[in-house]
Nanobody
Framework: QGQLVESGGGSVQAGGSLRLSCAAS??????????MAWFRQVPGKEREGVAV??????RYADSVKGRFTISQDIAKNTVYLQMNSLKPEDTAIYYC?????????????????WGQGTQVTVSS
């Protein structure tokens, strides 16, 4: 049974940077063949897709394009989310998700494995 564990959240001032990590374990097959994504959620709102990567190709939500970068280290089975120029509206719990989806998608309903989440707080 696969497991995803996020780390790297914290508090930062607006304009600052954070890097989130998501370590995958227990999955059969290469992470390169999995769709890996980052989502975020604020209490009372729906979970929002932030960035996704599949077979080396990435895609971003318009709200983070140009500021966030998703990457992966196949040897370490780890996916990263580099977040620059952070804004207060980026404050949320960030989740890592995976699935054997054979494409890039930011629809949370298509993912079957989720991490526990990590809090990101951006102050103005």
């Amino acid at each position: 049974q696969g497991q995803l564990v996020e780390s790297g959240g914290g508090s930062v001032q607006a304009g600052g940077s954070l890097r989130l990590s998501c370590a995958a374990s227990g999955f059969r097959g290469s992470m390169y063949s999995m769709t890996m994504a980052w989502f975020r959620q604020v209490p009372g709102k729906e979970r929002e897709g932030v960035a996704v990567i599949y077979s080396g190709s990435d895609r971003y939500a318009d709200s983070v394009k140009g500021r966030f970068t998703i990457s992966q280290d196949i040897a370490k089975n780890t996916v990263y989310l580099q977040m620059n120029s952070l804004k207060p509206e980026d404050t949320a719990i960030y989740y890592c998700a995976s699935g054997w989806l054979l494409r890039r998608t930011l629809n949370p309903q298509e993912f079957d494995h989720w991490g526990q989440g990590t809090q990101v707080t951006v102050s103005s």
